[in-house]
């Protein structure tokens, strides 16, 4: 079971940054591939943000690229989300996925980003 804590989430106005972390329980974290997520107001489905694997390879979907950076400090077990010139747009739950040995998935509880002048 790993257990992950978010954190650093809030009111911004367009065009502000904030930083996200993630905190996960376990001595492997360096092993699982890390990710966040988002669900915008109204939404059903979580829209994957930005991955980063074991290594330092990442993924970014393609309406944040250029503005986050996802990154990892594995000797601090989090893994991080930079947000820089947010939108409205990018108004959501943010939310911490690890996926563990290749096939089992855990989620964080989210915290909120809230992006308006």
């Known amino acids: 079971q790993v257990q992950l804590v978010e954190s650093g989430g809030g009111l911004v106005q367009p065009g502000g940054s904030l930083r996200l972390s993630c905190v996960a329980s376990?001595?492997?974290?360096?092993?699982?591939?890390m990710s966040w997520y988002r669900q915008a107001p109204g939404n059903q489905q979580r829209e994957l943000v930005a991955?980063?694997?074991?290594?330092?390879?990442?993924n970014y979907a393609d309406s944040v690229k250029g503005r986050f950076t996802i990154s990892r400090d594995n000797a601090k077990n989090t893994v991080y989300l930079q947000m820089n010139s947010l939108k409205p747009e990018d108004t959501a739950v943010y939310y911490c996925?690890?996926?563990?040995?290749?096939?089992?998935?855990?989620w964080g509880q989210g915290t909120q980003v809230t992006v308006s002048s």
């Open positions: 996925k690890a996926i563990v040995s290749g096939k089992y998935d855990y």
């Open positions: 376990g001595s492997r974290f360096s092993t699982y591939a």
């Open positions: 991955r980063i694997f074991s290594g330092t390879n990442t």
